[in-house]
């Protein structure tokens, strides 16, 4: 009889334990699936998406920048000055020769790799935020269905600093923003920035104080436009042409994709971003356009033999792109080595101003030399280099600088201009 009770305490623990499975299968009342099997695509790791045919990218294309300033009737300035007759007769010979004009964005996507471009292209640049070029650039552009670029430097709007009478408003900005209109860096108050000399305050800076006022110009330019405008500025244009690796180093951390001089020169696919040569046109210097259309009319792109560009610091070229030198006499040379043996009889020099030169090529060392002997006479100066190397054309643009007292003293008198 004692073990009664015991059994009874079992049967009451066996009961209970019955009844909490019966609420666990009520709570959940299917059986947990198997799990499928995975699939081939659900096998295949999230981050591996099927990746994006990458777009051919014409690399024999090439590009002429134009810069432009004021448009006016009675050229009293022709260093910065065009009548607006000579501004559509030249974007007419542009339709006319077959040269497509794209827009900056265009050239960049093209320069990464991303989109192709026509063989012979032309971008139309508009300098500083004249009121002429809203007046009467504009509506000439839109005739002809051209897109344009416009660096502006912000104290040169309306109600800065230089903004006068003549200056393009905010307002105007932004219409032509709404419009499809690029528009892009200038500086804030259009001054060399090599020198510490801060010509709104009239002083001379000490270099934190110059340090803290190129931020501003290159820095803060591009802030009060973006802010302004409600754009992203990834373009500057160095006032005058004037630059060094200081300014490029604070232009490229401020965050510009592309620097341009005013060094014209065509753009190739492998020209450096940092100095891409823009040609100015000038009212008393008509054949600064047509050397440019030239250039690009019978350039490589539209089914010639494709040519390789090669990078000018490969070349050790001497003066360097980019480079001022004090004598309009300069010995130009570049060195071959790196692209491999040169049929000597194709090595050929260009130089602005004086065309085909008698350059000496030593293929031992794969030096190329020309020794300047009468006085070039614009203040900038660009050499093309070409030659065959393996069955292959290649060729080099770069373009120097000449000191204005170097050019002046083999050249007639002419204004000196005020604003690039």
């Known amino acids: 009889m004692r073990i009664r009770p015991f059994v009874v305490l079992l049967l009451l623990a066996v009961g209970l334990f019955i009844c909490a499975q019966d609420e666990n299968f ?17 096998s295949a790791p999230a981050s591996s998406p099927a990746r994006a045919t990458k777009p051919v990218v014409d690399q024999t294309a090439q590009v002429v920048i134009f810069g432009y300033h004021r448009f006016v009737d009675n050229v009293k300035r022709p260093d910065t000055e065009i009548t607006p007759a000579a501004f559509e007769a030249q974007m007419k010979e542009l ?47 839109k005739k002809f269905g051209y897109t344009h670029t416009m660096f502006i430097y912000t104290e040169g709007v309306q109600g800065g600093h230089f903004g006068g009478g003549q200056a393009i408003t905010w307002e105007q900005l932004s219409e032509m923003r709404d419009a499809g209109v690029d528009i892009q860096g200038h500086t804030a108050t259009h001054q060399d920035l090599r020198k510490p000399y801060d010509k709104v305050a009239k002083k001379r800076l ?38 060094n690796q200081h300014v490029k180093d604070v232009a490229r951390n401020a965050g510009y994709e592309a620097v341009f001089t005013v060094y014209g020169q065509p753009i190739t696919y492998n020209a450096p971003l940092d100095s891409l040569g823009r040609y100015l046109i000038e009212a008393n210097k008509p054949k600064v356009f ?52 040169a049929d000597p009889g194709s090595v050929q020099l260009r130089v602005s101003g004086l065309g085909l030169v008698p350059a000496t090529y ?31 054309k290649i060729e080099a643009h770069w373009t120097f600088g000449i000191e204005e007292t170097a050019a002046a003293t083999s050249a007639s008198p002419s204004p000196t201009p005020k604003k690039r």
Not at 101 to 130: F, H, Y
Not at 370 to 392: D, H, M, N, P, W
């Open 206 to 243: 000490s270099p934190p104080e110059y340090e803290q006022w190129l931020q501003n110009e290159v820095v803060g330019s591009k802030q009060l436009l973006e802010q302004r405008l409600g754009i992203k500025v990834n373009c500057f244009a160095v006032p005058y042409g004037f630059y």
């Open 362 to 392: 030593d293929p031992k060392t794969g030096t190329v030399a020309y020794q300047v002997t009468q006085k070039l006479r614009e203040k900038t100066c660009t050499v093309i280099l070409s030659a065959k190397s393996g069955g292959k």
């Open 26 to 42: 009520a709570a959940n009342p299917q059986p947990p699936k198997a799990k499928p099997a995975a699939s081939p695509a659900a």
């Open 95 to 141: 339709k006319d020769r077959g040269i497509t004009v794209i827009g900056m964005q265009d050239l960049l996507t093209w320069k990464r790799g991303e989109k192709s471009i026509p063989p012979r292209c032309a971008i139309i640049t508009l300098d500083d935020g004249w009121k002429s070029q809203y007046d009467v650039a504009w509506p000439i552009l």
């Open 290 to 341: 047509e050397d440019a259309v030239k250039m690009i009319s019978t350039s490589s792109g539209g089914g010639g033999q494709p040519v390789a560009e090669v990078a000018t610091t490969n070349l050790s070229t001497s003066p360097a792109d980019g480079e001022t030198v004090r004598t309009a006499l300069p010995l130009i040379k570049a060195n071959l080595s790196a692209i491999g043996p």
